[in-house]
């Protein structure tokens, strides 16, 4: 029986966002492709009809995640401007630590890019990048464009480093982990000034 090119759309994108989610909670090599096509409420012949690899499945995931951060980020506008303050008060929130399942893709798997193939690497390359240049356009407002690139990438840098060492250490020692969010917050407030 042949679906209709709606709903094979429809499974396809229950797939990238099941795969998001869970690569996000335990990692793309924590997840096997029939739990992912479990969450997604299909079989894993589906996902193999959608996707020709796990890895393929990994960087579309991926890069939907990041579409949807990117929205994020350009919703906390104020007068057209980038309003760090929310920014940095939502992304380095308790919340987003401790909820990797529903939090940025690129904090949840920085560790673990790197030994993927080349495909997830661009992925992930491309949604740094467009993170960084969130933060640039606004620096470079008051500052040079080569002083506010390395400003905007030290920031990016620093916001995902510091939610992945946050994570990493909640469960060990809380208030450390609360420490490492409220400082990364106050130094990137001072550079965002």
């Known amino acids: 029986m042949r679906i209709t090119k709606e709903k094979a759309e429809e499974n396809r994108l229950a797939l990238v966002k099941a795969a998001g989610k869970l690569f996000r909670e335990r990692g793309i090599d924590g997840v096997g492709v029939a739990e992912i096509s479990k969450e997604a409420g299909l079989t894993h012949g589906a996902l193999y009809a959608h ?20 929205v994020h980020r350009e919703k906390v506008m104020v007068d057209g401007k980038p309003d760090f303050n929310a920014f940095l008060d939502f992304y380095l929130s308790t919340e987003q630590r401790d ?28 949604s740094f990048q467009r993170m960084t240049a969130f933060f640039e356009r606004h620096i470079a407002e008051t ?3 080569a002083e506010a690139r390395a400003e905007a990438l030290a920031i990016s840098a620093a916001l995902i480093g510091g939610v992945s060492a946050a994570r990493a250490v909640a469960k060990s020692n ?20």
């Open 99 to 126: 909820n990797p399942a529903h939090s940025c893709a690129m904090a949840a798997s920085a560790s673990e890019i790197g030994r993927q193939d080349v495909s997830i690497s661009a992925r992930y390359e491309a």
């Open 51 to 70: 996707f020709p690899s796990k890895e393929a499945l990994a960087a579309e995931a991926f890069g939907h995640n990041a579409d949807r951060a990117g």
């Open 143 to 145: 500052k040079p464009a």
């Open 174 to 193: 809380p208030a450390l982990s609360d420490e490492i969010l409220r400082s990364t917050r106050q130094v990137i407030a001072q550079l965002t000034k």
